[in-house]
């Protein structure tokens, strides 16, 4: 074993001599500065368990509340939800364009982004429903602009989260 050892530490620096010309001599000092080196490895470890436990308790937890607040902020940045919303009106000479327009510039909050266009999709009786999809951040909740829409009660019936998929 301490043969393919030696053999990888030639290797390394660049001297590419067969295991069978190492000496047991080289063998030995090898190992030695293994040995060494482990001793060293271990001391600095130690030294650096001392100077953590100065530290005191309320520092240790102000740096890791201030990285998890980091890492929050970071996923909060990136992590966002596609909902895919029906709104049904009351009336099938309802303009649902006007009511979609009306919907995206008074229904806004943080991190709320409505989609370019909808979609009007026949229901029965010549009544038509409004598909639209907006993206949310992680501080939004789907269930507060489904609840502002149907606070429009003059002109909404219902509305309908039909799909929701994380980014």
């Known amino acids: 074993m301490s043969v393919a050892l030696s053999y990888v530490m030639m290797a390394q620096d660049g001297a590419a001599a067969p295991a069978a010309a190492v000496t047991p001599t080289q063998i ?3 190992e030695e500065t293994k040995t060494e080196v482990k001793e060293d490895n271990n001391k600095k470890d130690e030294e ?3 100077g953590e436990s100065k530290e ?8 890791l509340k201030k990285e998890a607040e980091e890492r929050l902020a970071k996923k909060e940045a990136t992590q966002r939800t596609l909902v895919c919303i029906e709104v049904k009106p009351w009336d099938t000479e309802q303009d649902l364009m006007e009511l979609w327009k009306k919907i995206t510039t008074t229904i806004t909050q ?3 982004v409505w989609g370019e266009n909808c979609k009007l999709v026949p229901v029965a009786f010549g009544i038509k429903k409004i598909q639209c999809t907006f993206t949310m951040g992680m ?3 789907s269930d507060a602009v489904v609840e502002a829409i149907e606070a429009l009660e003059d002109e909404v019936q219902s ?9």
Request: zero cysteines; hydrophobic letters at 30%; glycine letters at 4%.
């Open 28 to 30: 030995e000092k090898e």
């Open 48 to 50: 650096e368990i001392e």
């Open 56 to 63: 005191s308790h309320e520092e240790k937890l102000a740096h």
């Open 110 to 112: 943080d991190g709320l």
């Open 139 to 141: 501080s939004n909740s």
């Open 159 to 167: 509305v309908e989260v039909t799909s929701m998929n994380m980014l």
